[in-house]
């Protein structure tokens, strides 16, 4: 489920990464957005084995169907703001 993950920003200047955090505290991830690139990266083995289109590790911003639940919860929380940096 969407909620069950808290999201942190811990690039403040560049809004380009995030900490993404089951609410048990176990597990944490981090995603990286390049704007410049157009594309974005997670560091969960769920991203890593299966949902990764770019050669050089990551998918495209808008390709949702290649997004783990960790960026679609950055996205969906953050996006309006990453845009507008
Ligand atoms: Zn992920």
Redesign the pocket.
């Known amino acids: 489920m969407m909620n069950d993950v808290k999201v942190e920003c811990i690039d403040k200047d560049h809004l380009g990464l995030f900490t ?1 955090k089951s609410s048990d505290g176990k597990r944490e ?1 981090c ?1 990286d957005i390049d704007l410049d690139d157009m594309t974005v990266y ?3 083995p ?2 890593k084995y299966r949902r990764q289109t770019e050669r050089w590790g990551g998918a495209l911003l808008n390709d949702g169907s290649h997004h ?4 679609k919860s950055v996205l969906r929380l953050h996006w309006r703001d990453i845009k507008s940096r």
């Open positions: 993404v991830y995603v997670c560091d969960c769920d991203f783990c639940k960790h960026i």
